[in-house]
């Protein structure tokens, strides 16, 4: 049977890879503490979890792929709130099936290879579906390295101006996943005033944009909407994952071309799930009991390592801690033997190849299991 050369050439999600890894030790009688995918697995809180229940019917249509406006609305008052920006709920945002499918399909509306925007440049170590929803819109990728010198940020200086001219699109995350480095206002600001130059779309994945210990990370739409399209979900700042919910926001040309792709493929979130969400967004004390929870998971961690003389690099944001190896080991080989004793972490070999040399682990598992995970580790390392 035919099949996508795309498709044929994929390699296994780096995750499925570890969930494999994950059972066969399971199966061999270990307890495993999975810091491996970043799943939270907390509760949605109940008005929240009211609001959805409301919200179902008897039957229900279609949802619209412009969303309900009252959503569009909620997210741009948070917008406004959080980071001071000023948009258009009806022209400027589209509310999405989480960010993951939104991200996915975003090459899809931007790569015209027949106007020399061939290119999606993508950072290293990275989210795999920036890289394969290029790949699937026919783009050629390029990599950013991040590297630990240079706080995790891509080196502009070092990118031709052929590649800013033939880029479509320019991706970042910050606060990042897997390094958790956070971005300056002059760096994002430098981005953008680099895409409106050479007219590509800066896409600013800001999904840990609420997960932060110190001072609240920056969004590139401080930069201007123009050029600039950001995206960011409910999973992270409000545990709800399995809602599926979030949104696209920024420049009117992409959001307005974003409204003729989506109903094609039909990823409107449903309207009970909006319904939730626009009191989700409304409301900022469920975050903060959110982020006090990741604190109290990962200072634990921070005080072992620096006692273990173990490096942890980026900032102190995202889910994730992200963990230089002891010397003389690799990326997976550090996992590996990690996991003999049931801990589960994320080989940075397996988010990019700049990412050897790092594990991240993703502090989603209770604080009990937590502590338990720290124990385990004062006896292996």
């Not at 099949?3 to 059972?23: D, G």
């Not at 919200?55 to 569009?72: D, H, K, N, T, V």
């Not at 741009?76 to 589209?94: H, M, N, Q």
């Not at 959001?255 to 109903?263: H, S, V």
Request: aromatic share 10%.
């Amino acid at each position: 049977m035919p099949l996508s050369p795309v498709l044929a050439e994929q390699s296994t999600y780096p995750f499925v890879r570890l969930e494999e890894a994950k059972h066969r030790k399971a199966a061999e009688g270990v307890r495993i503490i999975d810091f491996g995918m970043g799943d939270p697995r907390g509760v949605p809180e109940e008005p929240i979890r009211r609001a959805l229940a409301e919200a179902l019917e008897a039957a229900s249509g279609y949802p619209a792929a412009q969303g309900l406006p009252e959503l569009r609305q909620a997210i741009a008052g948070w917008l406004s709130r959080r980071f001071g920006v000023s948009i258009d709920p009806d022209r400027a945002v589209v509310p999405t099936l989480g960010s993951k499918e939104a991200i996915f399909s975003f090459a899809q509306i931007a790569v015209d290879r027949a106007a020399g925007k061939d290119l999606v440049l993508v950072p290293d170590p990275g989210y795999p579906v920036y890289e394969r929803g290029a790949q699937f819109a026919g783009a050629i990728v390029e990599t950013m390295p991040l590297l630990a010198h240079a706080g995790f940020l891509p080196d502009l200086d070092a990118i031709e101006p052929d590649v800013w001219r033939r880029s479509a699109v320019v991706w970042v995350n910050y606060p990042n996943n897997p390094t958790t480095a956070t971005a300056s206002p002059e760096f994002l600001g430098r981005l953008a005033e680099l895409a409106r130059e050479h007219d590509f779309y800066l896409c600013s994945d800001e999904a840990y944009s609420e997960l932060w210990f110190e001072s609240p990370p920056h969004s590139a739409l401080e930069a201007g909407a123009e050029n600039v399209v950001v995206f960011n979900t409910l999973s992270k700042r409000s545990s709800m994952t399995g809602y599926r919910s979030g949104f696209v926001a920024g420049d009117e040309r992409a959001i307005e071309a974003l409204k003729k792709f989506r109903p094609t493929v039909g990823t409107a979130p449903q309207l009970f799930v909006q319904r939730a969400s626009i009191v989700a967004w409304g409301d900022e004390a469920h975050v903060e009991r959110n982020r006090e929870r990741y604190r109290r998971r990962r200072e634990p961690f921070v005080k072992f390592f620096a006692r273990k003389g173990l490096a942890l690099r980026g900032a102190p944001a995202t889910m994730y801690l992200w963990l230089e190896v002891p010397q003389d080991e690799t990326s997976e080989g550090f996992a590996a033997r990690l996991l003999e004793h049931g801990i589960v972490v994320a080989p940075g070999s397996h988010l990019g190849r700049h990412g050897e040399g790092y594990v991240r682990f993703a502090l989603v598992p209770p604080e009990e299991e937590c502590d338990v995970a720290v124990e385990i580790l004062d006896r292996v390392l």
